[in-house]
């Protein structure tokens, strides 16, 4: 296949999905600082199980809720799946303002998942991307230069293992693919939202729990061990590590949140520049008016 082909494929493929892909990425780069802000949230003052307990039931009597998120160091807990505001945890009524940063990557989480609500739109924006990518690398190493073309170029090839590791990951996550080491403990009675904040309270500090509710059919709580977001299922059997998803961990930025997180920055930012730079320089070619050749010049001006 030759260059010009190749160059071909890779502009109309660009041109098709910058849209969807301008969306991943800008809600991927917002993404990439929240294992920062939930690292940065936890090790708080301590929280009594019993307290959190009784908020529950106070603000879910139904047991409606699917589960719970847990901000320590803003002292917030919010019920999923319950029509009530956040609760401060300190006085225990609602709290008085929102959380404009929580709402930013709630927002950014459903449109990175499930853009214009369509997994599939996201699924396909992402095989696009390595597509473009391994037809970039068939075109062969390119000359740097200081140029347009030379930043694209060179962000591609200096960037090239981040920028595939991620959506390769997002694939990965799509398709259920998890290269988990251990195998999925076997399920026991599944247990109230109440009992499981008790029963993770009892073996881990709560103060370093994200979230605890039902995912994927069963109970989970994520916590945080030494910068990694660890999953545990729970149930009558216990609270029990689950085996690392790794293309999750790697693709969220959880397995060391002080590293991952800020590679994750850089990776969203090379894949910015190159669908920015990439468009640009498929603009100014466009653009640019046609030239005229200095002999067909001169002979309007002798015939004129």
Known sequence: MSKSLL??????????????????IVTGLILSFEPLVQVSGIGGPALDAGRVVELVKRYDPDGKARGLSINAGSQRMTLQGAAVPAIDLATGEPAAAGSGLSDLFRWARVTHERLLGQAWLVTSSTIAMVVLMVLGILMGLP??????????????????????????????????????????PAGGRPVALPDAVRMVAASHDLSHAISIGVRGGRVMARIYEEGELRAYTVNSSGVTPLPRNWPRLIHEGNWSALIASPLNVVTSIALLTLLSTGLLIWARRKLRKPRRHAGGQAAVIGAA
């Open 7 to 24: 160059l071909t494929l890779h502009r109309w493929i660009t041109l098709v999905f910058a849209l969807p892909l301008l969306a991943i």
């Open 143 to 184: 000359r740097l230069r200081n140029t347009l073309s030379g930043w694209h170029k060179g962000t591609a090839w200096f960037a090239l293992p981040l920028i595939l590791l991620s959506p390769l990951t997002g694939l990965c996550m799509a398709f259920g693919l998890t290269f988990q080491s251990g195998s999925v």
